[in-house]
């Protein structure tokens, strides 16, 4: 691989996506994308005994499903990335135990997914694995309990509020597949003084404008070369200041953008408010329809960009602004 740029990573055999995975929950499959997932549940606890203990399933799920799509065994991995929104990344720390793969938990809250696959990227180019394993998970119970209120407590939410999905995705990174990842950036933390943990929207647009205007700039294109540029989890508040944010640049994104907090459900009826949210909300997305929609030859080259919001609990009571990461990954087929 050779740096483009000043920030982007361009792979020069570029490594490819051999199988994909999407888990989702019961709202989740009756949003716009509910026939996109390759496993959906009614039960918010997945047969388990905590909503903790569902989160590691939908991750264990989403790896063993992706497996058995690419062909391959878990003892046929290298290293498996992953993380989820719980402290200590304990959902991937359990789902995971029995794969018995090397590895490695990242903390990029909503933006794992495009973490995850960007190391795997890098893992698979320079020679350093043959096949790694990107999965990350969410789970809207275990989410609000952790970071805002138990859901017993029936608090109000506000409007600017997004829906953690209770959703999982996974992607197995190799040689000889369809979909190549071609570029990848690792975007810089970016803090606004936003405090509002029910406004994720606002805390993750800086930083999703700021990585995508570095990577526009390092690669000397515009989002019209695109298919599709594909941000998560901004949901209808972040998307606008993103918009915003760009257009104050130069860079109109309207005709060529989506993101998958406002993709994955149907405001409208779905009582989500400003959209989706999570680690799982960009990566079922990614790993249950844009991949798909890549293979059948509806979509060729995107930009994946997913965007997190780095908080913990701690940092919350505490009174500390909420900092922003965006992660970009292209990906291509020929």
């Given at each position: 691989?050779?740096?483009?740029?000043?920030?982007?990573?361009?792979?020069?055999?570029?490594?490819?996506?051999?199988?994909?995975?999407?888990?989702?929950?019961?709202?989740?499959?009756?949003?716009?994308?509910?026939a996109d997932y390759d496993q959906t549940f009614q039960d918010t606890t997945l047969n388990t005994e905590s909503w903790e203990k569902a989160e590691a399933q939908l991750q264990k799920e989403a790896v063993a499903l992706a497996l058995e799509k690419s062909g391959f065994t878990a003892g046929q991995m290298d290293v498996i990335f992953a993380g989820d929104l719980l402290n200590q990344c304990i959902s991937s720390t359990f789902g995971l135990l029995d794969f018995q793969i090397p590895f490695l938990g990242q903390y990029g809250a909503c933006s794992t997914m495009a973490q995850t696959l960007l190391l795997s990227a890098v893992m698979v180019e320079s020679g350093a694995a043959e096949r790694a394993v990107a999965v990350t998970s969410s789970h809207f119970c275990s989410a609000e309990r952790q970071f805002r209120t138990p859901l017993e407590y029936g608090a109000q939410r506000t409007p600017t509020a997004q829906w953690t999905a209770t959703a999982s995705g996974c992607a197995i990174v190799g040689k000889d597949g369809a979909v190549k990842i071609r570029r990848g950036l690792a975007g810089k933390i970016v803090d606004l003084g936003v405090k509002d943990a029910a406004n994720m929207g606002a805390a993750m647009a800086p930083a999703a404008a700021t990585s995508i205007y570095e990577f526009l700039e390092d690669t000397g294109t515009v989002p019209s070369d695109y298919d599709g540029i594909f941000t998560g989890d901004l949901g209808l508040v972040g998307t606008r200041l993103l918009f915003q944010t760009l257009g104050e640049n130069g860079i109109d994104?309207?005709?060529?953008?989506?993101?998958?907090?406002?993709?994955i459900y149907d405001r409208e009826t779905q009582d989500v408010h400003a959209g989706g949210s999570g680690c799982g909300c960009s990566a079922s997305v990614l790993c249950g329809h844009l991949l798909k929609k890549m293979q059948r030859g509806k979509l060729h080259n995107i930009l994946f960009c997913a965007t997190g919001a780095l908080m913990s609990p701690t940092s919350q009571q505490q009174g500390e602004n909420i900092p922003g990461v965006c992660h970009i990954l292209n990906l291509t087929v020929n």
């Open positions: 691989m050779k740096r483009i740029g000043k920030n982007t990573l361009e792979f020069e055999m570029p490594p490819t996506i051999l199988g994909h995975a999407a888990i989702g929950g019961k709202k989740e499959a009756e949003g716009p994308l509910g994104l309207k005709g060529v953008h989506n993101d998958c907090g406002l993709m």
